[in-house]
DNA sequence: AGCAAGGGAGAACGTGCGTTCTCCACGTGG
DNA sequence: CCACGTGGAGAACGCACGTTCTCCCTTGCT
């Protein structure tokens, strides 16, 4: 096995292990366990454990955009891209393995101890909000609009999170049409 | 020293140390430590740091829900007193040891792996909507108004407390404004 | 064949921490 | 004065886990 798959194997595994359980309750032989990848080259790939993380979280925060862009772009009127978003943010929370936001769940195990990880959910979040507001600008709306939205997701993404319900998504898609609809 | 103050210095610490460092940095000693308990004691009153982290986590919903409480009541009109809530959020962000929504951040942690913590998450959050729902009821507005009005005030909560900023809170009273005008 | 390099399995090491135990000082009732 | 229970300080114990090390096997090259 060359390193490169056995790079995406280890993260194959850190992504489906560290977002279902948590970070700080799974342990490197878990991973290794799960990826069939042996802890001597888990260590040559990411010499420490936070380096995983940050990788998984990294490999997470591109494909997590890829998809809402992809999904997104599939809408062609600009004013029902915004709305596409709680449409697919409530595809993603109805996933059986969905388990609320990895970034939200990461800070709130990590942030108060590691800056790297406290700066990785920052950019993600930012990126995630700078896209809203390219939806935003795209539908000739004011920019004032951005962070309303941005923050009806949030609020579904930590909801659905803790209640295992998809319905946040359709609340926060009401009163975003709600609050398009006003200005 | 009886037992009910050793009670209250334990928790006292433990609240300070759990929510600013997250809880599993901080180790049964480190609460000794600032609280002057020694362990025996502890392990008395709390057999378990489980017992002792669900305690403190009702023990700040009590107290988290009666300062909120508090300062909307002082508010007359019905219809203010909802973005009141919004008000109080702010002034709580801007509390120099904020560090975003202590349930939000223990679920992150702990919501995967101890069932009772996420118990006590769901129940915190389901008394902060309910009691938001009062509001509008209060306020002769439609129910349907308590999802987005809780999902902004979720989404606040979480944004501020990632980016440290109190500005979540003023967008998120913006857009409960916008909304209540909505209809 | 012989051998160096790399990799796997898993033991070993060090540390942190939850929990318990030991030892001792102190106060209180006989 | 003495037995005794309470509580504090902190050592001790057991375990989990991050990280490293040992041993052995395979593989490819000469």
Chains 1, 2 share one sequence.
Not at 121 to 135: E, I, Q
Request: hydrophobic share 45%; proline share 3%.
């Amino acid at each position: 096995m060359d390193s490169a798959t056995a790079r995406e194997q280890a993260l194959d595994a850190a992504e489906k292990l560290f977002y279902g359980r948590g970070i700080q309750s799974v342990g490197m032989d878990d991973i290794r366990g799960a990826s069939g990848v042996s802890l001597k080259r888990l260590y040559q790939l990411f010499p420490a454990k936070e380096q995983l993380v940050e990788a998984y979280l990294e490999r997470r925060d591109v494909r997590w955009r890829g998809r809402l862009a992809s999904y997104v772009e599939r809408e062609a009127d600009p004013e029902l891209r915004i709305l596409a978003v709680f449409d697919w943010l409530q595809e993603w929370f109805g996933e059986a393995d969905f388990r609320g936001c990895a970034w939200i769940n990461s800070y709130g195990e990590l942030g108060a101890r590691s800056e790297r990880v406290a700066d990785q959910v920052r950019a993600h979040k930012r990126a995630f909000r700078d896209y809203l507001a390219s939806l935003v600008a795209g539908a000739g709306r004011p920019d004032a609009l951005t962070g309303p939205l941005f923050l009806l997701a949030e609020g579904s993404m930590v909801t659905a999170g803790i209640t295992g319900s998809t319905r946040p998504a359709a609340e926060a898609r009401e009163a975003a049409r709600s609050l398009l609809a006003a200005r």
